[in-house]
């Protein structure tokens, strides 16, 4: 390679819970520049969690840490050019990617839920992924089948 690797990007842990995952998540919720108000978008949806849970042994933080693993694919499909065709081959995610995955795809899916404010619709997300269901679960079952259609082509991996 002709240029060195970037370096990677410090992140520092959130105020409350000291976590660097929940700051890497309010990055992805964050638009314009916004991040005190990607903050308050991520705690009022944890409130709501944690007023709405079943499980009364469980917090909030928990449920949301159990809903991203729910939602993040452990493989996926990429498409290679083998003479003619072009086949999609399934290739495991490395850790990295696949939590990006996951994070982008719980807040995607959050924003194109109905209801009033960001808040209720990722909480409603996030207790949907909790439950193995709702859009986000939905799209990592149908990752994973994908590429398990597609397992026939695993010799092509590069």
């Known amino acids: 390679m002709r240029k060195s690797k970037p370096k990677k990007r410090v ?13 890497k998540f309010v990055n992805n919720i964050m638009l ?3 991040k005190s108000i990607a903050f308050d978008i991520f705690y009022g949806a944890l409130e709501i ?4 849970k079943t499980a009364q ?5 928990e449920v949301w840490r159990k809903a991203l693993d729910n939602v993040t694919p452990l493989v996926e499909v990429r ?20 939590q990006s995955i996951g994070m982008k ?23 949907a992924a909790f439950n193995e ?3 986000a679960y939905k799209k ?7 590429a398990e259609a597609n397992k026939a082509f695993s010799h092509f991996r590069f």
């Open 57 to 61: 042994d469980v917090s909030a933080l």
């Open 49 to 52: 969690v944690e007023a709405k």
């Open 140 to 146: 990592k079952e149908d990752t994973h089948r994908m």
């Open 79 to 98: 498409s290679r050019r083998v003479g003619g065709a072009t086949f999609q081959i399934p290739s495991e995610i490395r850790p990295g990617r696949r």
């Open 32 to 34: 314009d520049g916004k």
């Open 11 to 23: 992140i520092l842990p959130d105020p409350k819970f000291g976590s660097v995952e929940v700051t």
């Open 105 to 127: 795809n719980l807040i995607a899916f959050s924003r194109k839920r109905s209801g009033h404010s960001m808040r209720e619709k990722l909480a409603a997300e996030i207790l």
């Open 133 to 135: 269901e709702g859009a």
